[in-house]
């Protein structure tokens, strides 16, 4: 039986809206997804992963912030990646079980991929915790430097060759990065999206959900 839980949590800075699925009340599984800024957990990646985990018999916490786009994007990067940073810190230390789960996937998108560096390298319980950066953001030193020197957890980087994000001498070097596995979807934009259309771009969705499914199927 599934438990779905839909609540709204207050951060050290904001209110964020969250979903919280339960398969059964002794799961000790979980994958945790934290979105882009414009790409939420209802879109496609999420959509797609979320039904592929919850048929493995994973629970799903999706952390769904919404920021008032005028007022956010006035910022600075920098301080942009901090409140994310901060906010998926603060609401994990409230929602999320001390030791309920002994194996947990995290996937990440865009700018969610500087919480996803942040609480692999800070969260103990999730020091084992196997991450998925669709569309990292490689020019944020903080981010890569994080996917390099990390060889603690194994990891998969999903990202396009037209994404503005894309820097091919990083995306080379963690090529040759043993515990991470690198993809590069050529022709494919920030949302991973096929510049040659939408048949193309569904191919290319089921070609990373596989990749997704893989990636959870190595034990």
């Known amino acids: 039986m599934e438990i779905i839980q839909k609540e709204i949590l207050t951060t ?9 699925v339960q398969k059964k009340a002794d799961n000790n599984k979980i994958c945790i997804m934290i979105p882009g800024l414009g790409y939420t957990t209802d879109q496609p990646l999420f959509y797609y992963a979320t ?16 920021y008032d786009p005028k007022e956010f994007n006035e910022l600075e990067r920098g301080e942009k990646v901090g409140i994310i940073k901060e906010d998926v810190q603060s609401f994990l230390d409230q929602i999320l079980p001390a030791g309920k789960y002994i194996r947990s996937y995290i996937i990440a998108k865009s700018i969610g991929t500087a919480a996803l560096a942040n609480e692999l390298a800070n969260r103990g319980e999730l020091k084992n915790a196997k991450a998925i950066w669709l569309t990292p953001l490689l020019q944020v030193d903080y981010i890569f430097d ?12 999903i990202i396009g060759d037209n994404d503005q994000g894309y820097i091919e001498e990083r995306f080379s070097k963690l090529s040759g990065s043993e515990n991470i596995n690198s993809i590069l979807v050529k022709g494919t934009n920030h949302s991973l999206e096929h510049k040659d259309g939408l048949y193309k771009s569904i191919d290319c969705l089921k070609e990373i959900i596989e990749e997704i499914d893989k990636f959870i199927s190595i034990e």
């Open 12 to 20: 050290i800075n904001h209110s964020i809206p969250y979903t919280y």
């Open 51 to 66: 039904g592929l985990f919850l048929g493995k018999g994973f629970d799903i916490l999706h952390i769904n912030y919404k």
């Open 146 to 157: 994080h996917l390099i020197n990390n060889k603690q957890q194994e990891g998969l980087v």
